[in-house]
């Protein structure tokens, strides 16, 4: 371990962050939560969106049908703070946030059709934030439960960014269960880790009864009103002092390739970007190309639907001045699949299997042929006159009377 670079100018200070939540599905809302909470902190702070690439697996959370405060998305029960605003910007959502293109995030080896707004483009004087937020394990990151992210390709990734001369000074923070175990393999210099939990389960901080699901995790809530209530002081050793196992219910672990790490204010991190740098930031990147937030009214819920979540704003005017999609095209009419075979005899049989249950004499009233023919059964027994009380047989067994 060796410690940070001596500090740059602060004309030559530029701070960037890379925030992801890699769970899908209604039932993860925190995931999304606890990535939005980041990312509310980082902007709190003074870091621009031009300079976060947001990566939201759940970015259908706030339209989702089954929320009851559509267009929102809360990390409290009380609702006091809103984290999906109106300029949130999300740069990857749903399958686009995958191993494949956070590790191309990382060390800028996206496809060149990827637009400026969504890389990381970051410089050998930059400080980086990276925020993990999802489901894991011993050794592994899950992506949307589709695929999983190894300790060792994150390593390696880091590793790249340090050769490649992709930052100064880089911060990861995981909130998993088992997140020390995602940075504990971590060898590249200049790099802080913030671990929520040691070998153990990192847990949710309660449940909003009218959402049905929890808000945010214990971890990530913490270091959320840390870093909005520790303006002036927010080294690592302070935080590291607030975050108590009996409130978590895991323990936290700082570590990483830094020696002196607990010096380290946290703020340097999440923001305060020289003005110069944030006046020199482009209004709109590609704006034509970057997710518009709206309100979930039925028009933009129609139009979400419509465009599978990647409804688009255009040099940043609301979607209810455009028309909406185009409609999807009708399906074409296709050859009967073996599946449709297999439900149409399963149909088939059931019809022959309730036909044979039914009593004898109901079939021969009917002038049904199946088990009688002419009043006679095929034992050659005469059956019983309309005045007699049958014996009738089933597939169930015998039984007595009509």
């Not at 702070?45 to 690439?53: K, Y």
């Not at 605003?85 to 995030?105: E, F």
């Not at 209810?320 to 009708?330: G, H, K, S, T, Y």
Request: charged share 20%; with cysteine; aromatic share 6%.
């Amino acid at each position: 371990m060796r410690a940070l670079p001596t500090p740059v100018g602060a004309a030559e200070i530029n701070n960037w962050a890379v925030i992801v939540s890699s769970s899908s599905y209604w039932h993860n809302y925190r995931h999304a939560a606890n990535a939005l909470s980041m990312y509310h902190a980082a902007r709190g702070l003074g870091l621009p969106d031009g300079r976060i690439v947001l990566m939201l697996a759940g970015g259908g959370v706030p339209c989702d049908a089954r929320n009851a405060a559509p267009g929102s998305v809360f990390n409290t029960a009380r609702r006091e703070t809103e984290l999906y605003a109106t300029d949130v910007q999300i740069d990857y959502r749903g399958a686009d946030v995958s191993v494949a293109n956070l590790l191309g995030v990382l060390t800028d080896t996206v496809s060149a059709s990827v637009p400026a707004s969504r890389r990381l483009r970051s410089s050998a004087t930059s400080r980086v934030l990276v925020y993990l937020a999802g489901h894991g394990g011993d050794e592994f990151f899950k992506f949307r439960d589709v695929e999983e992210m190894a300790a060792a390709e994150l390593s390696a990734a880091i590793g790249s960014m340090w050769a490649l001369k992709r930052y100064g000074e880089l911060v990861l923070v995981v909130d998993t269960c088992q997140a020390e175990s995602m940075s504990a393999a971590i060898c590249a210099p200049a790099v802080v880790s913030i671990a929520s939990s040691r070998g153990e389960s990192s847990y949710s901080l309660g449940q909003d009864n009218g959402l049905g699901v929890a808000l945010v995790d214990r971890f990530t809530h913490a270091l959320h009103q840390f870093l909005r209530s520790a303006v002036n002081a927010t080294s690592f050793a302070r935080l590291r002092a607030s975050l108590l196992r009996d409130d978590l219910l895991s323990t936290i672990v700082v570590g990483g390739s830094v020696v002196a790490a607990d010096d380290l204010e946290l703020h340097d991190f999440f923001g305060f970007a020289p003005a110069s740098l944030v006046a020199s930031e482009p209004a709109a990147i590609h704006a034509a190309e970057r997710p518009h937030r709206w309100r979930c009214t039925p028009r933009r819920a129609a139009a979400w639907r419509q465009s599978e979540g990647r409804a688009l704003s255009v040099g940043g005017v609301p979607l209810d001045d455009w028309p909406l999609p185009p409609p999807r095209a009708p399906l074409q009419p296709q050859e009967p699949s073996a599946l449709a075979a297999v439900a149409v005899c399963s149909v088939l049989c059931l019809f022959v299997l309730l036909a044979r249950s039914l009593p004898k004499y109901d079939l021969y009233r009917t002038g049904a042929t199946v088990l009688v023919r002419n009043g006679v059964s095929r034992k050659g027994k005469s059956l019983p006159s309309v005045n007699q009380q049958p014996q009738t047989t089933s597939l169930l067994g015998s039984r007595d009377g009509p």
